[in-house]
């Protein structure tokens, strides 16, 4: 499992821009959790690509991995 802490998430519709986001990279699934103000991915190790899916929709990655 890879985690992604993110900053700039306010609410439950930010939560879903990020999820799908990620989930649109094949077999990626995401735990999107506004709470932790982190993503849990499962299904790949592309960190790059895990980046980018999140940064194209605007928040930024504090740390990956």
């Known amino acids: 499992m ?8 306010m609410c ?3 939560v879903s821009k990020v999820k799908k986001a990620l ?4 077999g990626v ?3 999107v959790k506004l709470e932790d103000n982190a993503a849990y991915v499962e299904g ?3 960190l790059e690509a895990l ?3 999140v ?11």
């Open 23 to 26: 989930e649109a990279i094949e």
């Open 51 to 53: 980046k980018k899916a």
């Open 12 to 14: 439950k519709h930010c």
């Open 44 to 46: 790949s190790t592309d």
């Open 55 to 65: 940064t194209d929709k605007g928040f930024e990655v504090v740390s990956i991995g």
């Open 2 to 9: 890879v985690t992604i802490k993110i900053e700039g998430m």
């Open 29 to 31: 699934t995401a735990d």
